[in-house]
């Protein structure tokens, strides 16, 4: 993924919608299975958000910003955001 942001009036604690971002890397994931990537995606993180994405995505840490999302994260997250496909 080259890069996923939240619009300035989705952030913080009045943000609009919820769980925008979870729901992109999930459908990220999605179309990685679909092409036959078994789900792995990776991405740039922004440093201060390095341990959000570990907890809230199940990603893990490649090298330096750069972090992956592994098959049994991304079958997690697609079952979350889209259940009709389970």
């Known amino acids: 993924m080259a890069l996923i942001e939240s619009s300035k009036f989705n952030r913080g604690a009045d943000k609009l919608y ?3 971002p979870g729901n992109l890397v999930a459908f990220a994931c999605k179309l ?3 092409k036959g990537y078994a789900g792995y995606v990776s991405f740039e993180s922004k440093t201060k958000l390095k341990e ?3 907890k809230s ?3 893990y ?3 330096g910003n750069i972090m992956a999302i ?3 994260a991304a ?3 697609v079952n979350q955001y ?3 496909n389970s």
Do not use: I, M, N
């Open 18 to 20: 919820l769980g925008v």
């Open 32 to 34: 990685s299975f679909d």
């Open 52 to 54: 959000h994405y570990q």
């Open 57 to 59: 995505l199940g990603a």
């Open 61 to 63: 840490v490649l090298f």
């Open 70 to 72: 592994d098959t049994k």
């Open 75 to 77: 079958h997690k997250l």
């Open 82 to 84: 889209f259940p009709e």
